[in-house]
């Protein structure tokens, strides 16, 4: 498995992990990786907002 997932660089974004039943597992802003070790296998939605604009894009992202 791997353990980390690649966020986009240079941007002023926050970022939200978020499970198929609507808990935040993690969050956090402006980071170039997100290290997924601790997600238990399944599928996720990965929440990216531009701080700048406030624009939020949403990512499935599925763990195995």
Do not use: C
Not at 26 to 49: A, C, M, R
Not at 53 to 61: F, L, P, R, T
């Amino acid at each position: 498995k791997n353990n980390k997932l690649n966020l986009p660089g240079r941007l002023n974004f926050e970022y939200r992990l978020i499970d198929m039943q609507g808990r935040m597992l993690l969050s956090g802003k402006n980071e170039n990786f997100l290290s997924i070790g601790s997600i238990n296998i399944g599928t996720y939605i990965l929440e990216l907002k531009d701080l700048n604009n406030g624009q939020k894009i949403y990512k499935k992202i599925i763990v195995f």
